[in-house]
Every structure is written in C-alpha cells, then in structure tokens.
C-alpha cells in the first residue's frame, strides 16, 4: 500500500504524549509540532490509530500544504490535490477553517475557495455540475498559519475524547483524553493500587482501567472514515478484531474512586459498566477524610475541586492542606495532582518533583507531580 500522511491532533502540553502512543503504534516516521503530530503511514493506520489513539483529539488526512498569499494561490493549489481519490461521487463535504498570523485572515472566504475548488476537482473526475451530497461524510479543514494552508480531511467525525462510555457527566468532568494523559505521565502501573479521592463521574479510574485492560478506547464508537470506500469496511473489520484479541482478560486490576457525591458515584459505576471495566474499578461514596493510606506505593491520580469550578476558593484551599496533611502520613504514595490553584504547593506543603502546564478545557492548569519510592521488586 502506497504511504499517505495522517496528523494526530493535540491539546497544548500532551504532544509528547500523544508521539509517544502514535510511536507505539508502530509509525516512527513522524513530525512533533505545536498541537499536531504528523506521521506517515499506510491507509490501515486510518482505523488502527482511530481506534487505540487514547490522548489525540482526531486523526486528520493531510492532502497538501502550500503557501497561500492570494485566493487565486489557495483556489488553484487546492484543486490540485487528490479530492477525486478520497471523496466519492455523492460524499457529503463541508468545510472548516481557521487563519492565524495570515495574508488570507477571512475565514468565510478562504472556507468558499476551498468548497469551490474542491467542487471543480470532482466536476472533472465525474463529468457532472451537481452533486448530491448524500453519502459519506468528509469533513475538509483549511488551516492557514503564517501563510501556510495546510487541507485536511477529518478521519474521526466526533472527537476522539467522545468514547461512548459516558451516560451522563456532572459538574465539571474531564475529557477522556485528558484523563487518560494523566494516567499516562504518572508512574502508575497496573501492578499498582491506583485511587481517585476525587473521581466524580469516573473518568480517571475508567481511563486507567482502559490501560490496564489495553482495551482500545474506541472500540465502541463509529467514525466517519468508516464509511470511505478508499478505506473499505474490511479495514475497519481487521482493526476491531485485532483490537478485541489484544484485551488483557486476566490480570488483577486495583483501582479505587471514591467521591462524596453519591449520585456521581452511582454515575462513575454505570459508566464503568458501559465499557465493560466495572471489575477493575471499586467505587466509593466517602468524603476524602475517609480516605485510608495504609496500603504502601499506591498511587494517586486526581482532579480535585478547585475555586473556578465550585465557586468556592477558601474551601478548595483548605481541601488542598488536608491532601498535604493525608500524603505525609505516608510518603511511600505517589500524587498526581491537576489544578489551577497557583499556590497549591504551598497550601498542600511541598514542592512538586515535576509541574507541567496544560489546560482543562480553558482553563490553565498545572499537573503537580509527587514522586513516591519505587516499590521493591518483590512487593
């Protein structure tokens, strides 16, 4: 199969995770930027990285990428590429766009270009004026930065944080991807007691659990390249199986959430039960003073309340000096705390091993990481 380009998305401050999974995969052959991975692949890497990418916000095909100082430069570039190949005679398109620090900066009118210039490429491959754009979707992405067009067509539909799972979310959740990144640059290893005093809605210990189990965190979802023929059903079909073979049915997983909240408990659970990992996790509905530390090496990955999100900044920060108080009582444990509270080291009484930046949706956070010992090989 001939190569083509595929670009993994990110949020600020998960690239290197995201290269990490994307590497994992087995797609070395790649480009780290702000916000974007691009590798070169073969077209089984569409439903394989869809599928097990559990950081990435989408896959994207990369048609092209040219300079763009004029419309008459982004019309006749983007006719040039390969619609024909990919987007099927009745394929239902729109397209996206976004223009930074560019010549081009109408959005709207670079979007019109490319819709027409995408439209001329399919007159000439099918000899027709009208199309009724009923089948498959194909959603083209014309992004201008510094003016460089890069055209795009999005491989997952929905976001890749959309696993399906979720039957409801309360207050404030957590993306799935960012749930999982966390788990990820922790020290956590399903050998490991993993606790979430703070789990809410369970998408930490849900994550986690996904990893434990190598579950793909797509496999119970649709995406919209599975209805491109250029990427065929029996693509999609390998890539499943292969992904239900690869579940780990036996090992013994320890992962406890606990929430005050008995309602968002009751949701955490079901959840759970949704994608099939209800065994691994137990959950509890318990204040975090209820919390026990007797156990040695557990590991704590958590998103506790903080003032933005309650509304209620003194009581998050007395919270934060009660962890701080609980986690020395046994310093063998491991905390993985994401906050936006700029004084959290100081309230929880130490300072972090590691702090890096990221963002919870808009918010800016940092990720307060805590190193416990390394368990001995016979523990």
Not at 3 to 28: C, D, M, Q, W
Not at 202 to 229: Q, V
Request: proline share 4%.
């Amino acid at each position: 199969m001939s190569n083509i380009e595929l670009i993994a998305t990110s949020t600020f401050g998960l690239e290197a995770v995201v290269k990490r999974e994307v590497i994992n995969l087995g797609y070395p052959d790649l480009l780290t930027e702000d916000g974007r991975i691009t590798f070169s692949a073969d077209i089984s890497a569409i439903p394989k990285a869809n599928l097990w990418l559990r950081t990435a916000d989408r896959v994207l095909l990369k048609m092209g990428q040219f300079r763009a100082l004029s419309f008459e430069e982004l019309f006749e570039n983007t006719k040039a590429l390969p619609w024909d190949e990919w987007i099927t005679e009745d394929g239902r398109f729109t397209v996206t766009g976004k223009s930074v620090k560019s010549k081009l900066f109408s959005v709207p009118d670079c979007q019109a270009i490319v819709k027409k210039a995408v439209v001329e490429k399919m007159k000439l491959k099918y000899k027709k004026d009208w199309f009724s754009e009923s089948g498959p979707e194909f959603t083209i992405q014309v992004s201008l930065l510094k003016d460089t067009a890069t055209l795009t067509i999005d491989t997952s539909g929905t976001g890749l944080h959309k696993r399906g799972y979720r039957s409801k979310a309360v207050e404030a959740p957590l993306k799935e991807t960012l749930a999982s990144a966390l788990v990820q640059l922790s020290f956590w290893n399903k050998d490991r007691l993993l606790v979430d005093p703070f789990c809410g809605s369970g998408t930490i210990p849900i994550e986690a659990a996904l990893i434990a189990r190598n579950i793909a965190p797509g496999l119970s979802r649709s995406f919209a390249s599975e209805e491109w023929p250029r990427v065929g059903k029996t693509l999609w079909k390998q890539a499943r199986v292969d992904a239900l073979k690869a579940i780990d049915q036996h090992s013994r997983i320890r992962i406890v959430g606990s929430d005050i909240d008995k309602n968002a408990i009751r949701t955490a659970r079901q959840n759970a039960a949704n994608c099939g990992v209800d065994d691994c996790i137990e959950f509890r509905a318990m204040p975090f003073s209820q919390l026990s530390t007797d156990e040695n090496y557990g590991v704590v990955v958590t998103n506790p309340p903080y003032g933005e999100r309650m509304g209620q900044t003194q009581q998050a920060r007395e919270l934060y000096k009660d962890m701080g108080n609980k986690f020395r009582d046994n310093l063998t444990w491991s905390v993985y705390v994401i906050t936006s509270e700029e004084d959290f080291e100081s309230l929880y009484g130490r300072q972090a091993d590691r702090k890096r930046k990221l963002y919870n949706g808009r918010i800016k956070v940092d990720y307060y990481q805590f190193y416990g010992p390394k368990p001995p090989s016979n523990e």
